[in-house]
């Protein structure tokens, strides 16, 4: 296992600014995980395999977690946890996601605790204001970044800085079943995200338009860009029909110009 | 509510356009800073509109001080969205008319989940599916480039929230109400993008085959080939339905069904049904 000690503190600082990140919706979130697992291969050496962990995590989060209010496994963190290790030790993407997935609902918990220790600085800056103390309470709601900070920066360090031994000793039994296993896995774990979208979209209603995108994948093999090209051309179409029913039926009735 | 037209706008000469947009990055930087179960994103209302409100009120301490704990009144909302009814709040509290804090609570209320709702779509599911699709697929190519799209698209997105700020203070929120048809139309649209790419997304990243090839006597019937000739990517594509099927079941939860399907693929494998 080779994780140097300032690859491991790189990576708890990259976990603390990645909790602020994320709750404040700043630079990284669109493609959350695959940014994630960028950045910890950039750390790790070996960007191409923390892409290609990355990618696959990121496909089973997709935009909507949970789904009818249950917890949403926190796939930053087993990114960097899954990706780190298998790096750190040679292990490819399977060793990744035999590791990665279970700490990603372990970590579920991390959300739960800065949102309970978010608490405790609210009440301080409520008194702070009670007692005219302004600028006081504004530090207290800042101080909560410590608390996201620490709630997933102490959990990596620990991980990455004890977990050599348990992870190195892990990967070195995982049998042939098992990592053959998580090789069909990773090839089957995107249905996981799309299954979820599908259901948060109104999918019963315009199935078809799945079913474009599938063809022009499956049967034309357009790249996944070129099918978006397509997408933004359809939906700049009925952008435009359904602007021109609109005015059409309000023509006359309702101004809504005056803004 | 919300109907100052723009000359009536320099009201307070308390205030600078400095401060007002002070409101609009402390509100951007500590939105969900103190994110706590129970007022949520208080501190980042408090935080964001205190020292405007302090700057407008300053003289009556009494005064701000009870305005500040009524903004630690529970606040929970699309952060993009958040930027206007914060804007519209600012432009409120800059009247200075008696009671105005009440007002903007309300307004905060019960603005927080019909501007979630299409937020949540426009600004967030939506964009984070199809660029972070686009990105996971470039990426699973060894390729950053989908990554690279989705930075700079979060970066336009800056300046997005900017002009919702801007159009909560100076126009009101009752503009998300006269262009609520065209939030819609844009939903819309932008749900079809989503789902086009879904569907590419389905075909070219979930891959699994059946290398299982059964033998009868000197028959041999190639599984796998018997089902691309029916339709290529046969299986991934019924593999999404199953789980969508799944998914929809009471007590089923996004833990339980990644559990099921490294199941489903260890057992696949184990009995050589499932491969690569």
């Not at chain 1, 990645?18 to 697992?37: E, R, W």
């Not at chain 1, 000793?169 to 299954?195: C, D, E, N, R, T």
């Not at chain 2, 008319?97 to 019960?110: C, F, H, P, S, Y």
């Amino acid at each position: 296992m080779h994780i140097a000690i300032w690859q491991i503190l790189l990576l708890t600082l990259f976990a603390a600014f990645l909790a602020y990140d994320f709750s404040s919706q700043f630079v990284l979130i669109n493609a959350g995980v695959v940014c994630v697992g960028f950045i910890t291969g950039l750390i790790m050496g070996d960007v191409k395999t923390g892409l290609l962990i990355g990618g696959t995590m990121q496909l089973m989060t997709l935009g909507v977690g949970g789904f009818g209010g249950s917890s949403v496994p926190d796939y930053n963190i087993g990114t960097i946890i899954g990706t780190a290790f298998a790096i750190g030790s040679g292990a490819g993407l399977e060793a990744a996601l035999a590791i990665g997935i279970p700490v990603a609902t372990l970590a579920v918990q991390l959300d739960v605790i800065r949102k309970m220790g978010g608490s405790f600085f609210i009440h301080k800056a409520m008194k702070a204001v009670d007692n005219y103390e302004n600028k006081k309470a504004y530090h207290w709601i800042t101080s909560g970044v410590f608390m996201s900070a620490a709630a997933y920066g102490i959990p990596v360090f620990i991980a990455l800085a004890f977990g050599q031994g348990v992870v190195t000793a892990f990967i070195k039994w995982m049998p042939i079943w098992l990592i053959s296993g998580f090789k069909v896995a990773g090839g089957l774990l995107p249905v996981v995200g799309i299954s979820i979208l599908l259901r948060y979209m109104p999918f019963k209603s315009y199935w078809f338009f799945v079913l474009a995108g599938f063809f022009l994948s499956a049967y034309l093999n357009v790249p996944i860009l070129g099918i978006a090209i397509v997408g933004v051309i359809i939906a700049a179409i009925s952008f435009k029909q359904d602007s021109s029913n609109t005015k059409l039926a309000a023509e006359g009735v309702d101004n809504d110009d005056e803004i | 509510m919300m109907t100052k037209s723009k000359n009536e706008k320099s009201v307070s000469e308390k205030v600078t356009k400095k401060d007002v947009r002070g409101v609009y990055y402390r509100w951007w930087l500590q939105s969900q800073i103190c994110f706590n179960y129970e007022t949520m994103q208080s501190g980042g209302v408090v935080a964001a509109l205190g020292p405007f409100i302090e700057k407008i009120y300053g003289k009556n301490k009494e005064l701000v001080k009870q305005k500040l704990k009524q903004y630690f009144q529970f606040f929970n909302i699309n952060p993009y969205m958040g930027n206007m009814v914060l804007g519209s709040v600012a432009a409120l509290e800059e009247t200075e008319e008696e009671n105005v804090t009440e007002t903007a609570n309300a307004l905060k209320t019960g603005l927080m989940g019909p501007l979630s709702g299409i937020g949540d779509s426009i600004f967030y599911v939506i964009p984070m599916s199809v660029l972070g699709a686009i990105a996971a697929y470039m990426a699973k190519q060894g390729s950053a480039i989908g990554l690279g799209i989705a930075v700079a698209f979060t970066l336009i997105m800056l300046w997005v929230r900017l002009k919702l700020f801007d159009i909560g203070y100076n126009v009101g929120t009752n503009f998300i109400t006269t262009k609520r048809a065209m939030f819609d139309k844009l939903t819309k649209s932008a749900t079809i993008l989503g789902l086009i790419v879904i569907g590419g997304l389905l075909a070219s990243t979930v891959s699994v085959k059946v290398p299982f090839v059964f033998t009868y006597g000197a028959v041999k019937t190639n599984i796998q080939g018997i089902l691309d000739s029916i339709m290529p990517k046969l299986l991934p594509l019924g593999m999404t339905f199953f789980a969508y099927w799944i998914i929809g079941k009471k007590k089923m939860t996004t833990v339980k069904l990644v559990f099921l399907i490294i199941a489903i693929a260890i057992l696949g494998s184990v009995t050589g049904i499932l491969g690569v």
